[in-house]
């Protein structure tokens, strides 16, 4: 392949439960937990692609209404491997209508180093995604961007409800996440950790047309982060503070 090759995975059939979710295909984990084991190698999909140099043959990843459900064994439902990041230097992953449940730990979980890479904007992007029933086992997270230099994510008309921890939780990223027009609802740990999100006090950072509610924790947190934007959110309901800086 050439480093502008793409790969698109589309599911769509209704039929054929238990394998299907609504227009989503289903690709779920089956065995034991202790046979997945723990980490970022614990997920149904892995795309660790660790050419940071810009040699990646694979640059674009798209997909399409599909379920990754961790069925309460695996221990993230996505991952890039938990080691050398895959998601900057011209590699890119778009979610149009998918899913992201029942993991032990992490939903969708990516680790990314600031060593040798360019950060991409908004490498990651969700289009109305669902995010939920993630953590109850592990005490994870439903979105969870971590590492020195973390992913930048761009969040539209997504869904993230009834995680253990928190529903988006970012580190600090060199250029910042979107959150436009989500839901953020039913966290379920009370405390510090029940929160809908957490952008990281990332600069540029952009929550926008968001409604947060019934969360065990604070609402939104932004840790007072310069360049960061909230305007347009719904807070109602939350255990914590509606926006807590």
Known sequence: ?????????????????????????????????????????????????????????????????????????AYNNFSNGGSANTFKTNVYHQFINCRFSSSKHNGLSTYGYSTGTTEVPYAIRLYGCTIDANGAVANGNGLVSRGSDPCSFLCVNCEFYGN?????????????????????????????????????????????????????????IVNSGPGVLVSGNIFSGNTGFGVND
Do not use: M
């Not at 253990?164 to 953020?184: D, E, H, I, P, Y």
């Not at 405390?191 to 924790?217: D, I, R």
């Open 1 to 73: 392949g050439t480093l502008s090759s793409s790969i698109r995975v589309v599911g769509g059939d209704a039929a054929g439960a238990p394998y299907t979710d609504g227009t989503r295909v289903r690709i779920y984990a089956t065995g034991t937990a202790a046979s997945w084991g723990t980490g970022g190698a614990s997920a149904p999909v892995i795309i660790n692609t660790v050419a940071n140099d810009g040699t990646t043959a694979i640059q674009y990843f798209i997909w399409e209404n599909i379920h990754i459900d961790a069925a309460s064994v």
């Open 164 to 220: 253990k921890q928190g529903g988006f939780k970012s580190a600090v990223s060199t250029l910042g996440n979107g959150l436009v027009n989500c839901l953020f609802y039913g966290q379920t740990a009370i405390g510090a950790n029940g929160f809908g999100a957490n952008v990281g006090a990332s600069p540029g950072t952009l929550v926008q047309g968001c409604t947060f509610y019934g969360n065990g924790g604070d609402g939104l």
